[in-house]
């Protein structure tokens, strides 16, 4: 009894109900096992359809040792395995076997991906194939191991991994999907964390908004829970070098580097992560030679400059109004606006009228990804 409880409570932490209502493709998901081993699927996942689990055949063929050859110019799928045989015919959305078996209407592509009936193909080719309500699971097995009540205590860490995994990825073609059809704007500040972080977080919040911030190491250190707050609401950190003075980073292409590598030791021990986005102080231009630039790609970083500035970084004091004025003026210049800003109290007071203003215009205000392409002075898009 005592055993059963806990599985309950592990189902109701790890695989919540809602968990794969992010997307109606997951509807009645299933994992796949074979072998004790969990079978990793990448943009189309197995799924239930009237009693039957289908998955995509490819990934399935790997971990079931079946040879998989397509046959493009007669849309057929061949697969085998020791002296038995399956044809797939997608045409007529069929599969047949060498022994006779003919199967109707059981195959269907998504995404560009041929499903197939697990069951049959697994049977056929010698699998025993059972199904765990925990998890669920699918189970295929053509050797001994473990009982089905201990499967699911085995993989559990394996099955949160991959449920993370999906969703991520899931999350990750949704914003694209929302970023291509529709008008977007990076709202960046440079030299922080300071004072006026947690105002500007509360801001952005207001609009719904996501900014990328391009930290200073020191700062970062002095201020390690306002970064861990940024980062919690779905703000984008980068590095901002240690030094901000021009004559100290850009004596050599290994100093920028240093520089960057410092800032993110410094990201690591506060909030436990690394950051690739850098964007150099006083921008690309004129300091970053082909030399300096090739060597912050070869450690593997990304550098942002931006499009529009807003002009806050001139003098000490500039009046809110001439920073919006500013901001406005270029936007309207861009395809994607990079906007530049600094942690500073004029800027603070003009943050909202640029949030409004982006916001009436049809902008999506959204954080630098990492896999985005650099928008750089020299190079508009890396």
Known sequence: MKK????????????????????????NFIYIVVNDELVS????????KDSTTYVPIGPLAKYLDIHMKWDEKNNIVFLTKDDKKIILDLSMNSLYTDEGHILVDCIFVENNRTMAPYKFIANYFGYEVTY?????????KNKPSVEDKDLFFMLQNKLLKEKERILWEIKSKKEKRIRKNSKIAYVTFDDGPTIYTQKILNI???????????????????????VKKAIAKGHTVGLHGVTHNARKIYRSPNTVVSEMNMCNKSLQKAVGINSKLIRVPYGSVPYMKRS??????????????????????????????????????????????????????????????????????????VPINPKDKPINFWNKRH
């Open 292 to 365: 300096y630039r090739k060597a912050v790609y070869t450690a593997g970083y990304k550098m942002w400059d931006w499009n529009v500035d807003s002009g806050d970084s001139l003098r000490k004091y500039i009046s809110p109004k001439i920073i919006f004025e500013n901001i406005k003026r270029q936007v309207i210049k861009q395809k994607v606006p990079v906007i530049l800003l600094h942690e500073k109290s004029c800027t603070v007071k003009a943050l909202p009228q640029i949030l409004r203003f982006l916001k009436e215009n049809g902008y999506r205000i």
């Open 132 to 140: 765990i309500d925990l998890g669920p699971i699918a189970r295929a």
């Open 4 to 27: 059963f409880i806990i599985c309950i409570i592990i189902i109701l932490i790890i695989f919540p109900l809602q968990s794969f209502a992010i997307n109606e493709k997951l509807n």
């Open 41 to 48: 699927f990448k943009d189309t996942y197995p799924k239930i």
């Open 204 to 226: 952005l919040d207001q609009y719904d908004a996501k900014a990328t911030f391009f930290m200073l190491s020191n700062r970062i250190k002095t201020y390690p829970t306002i």
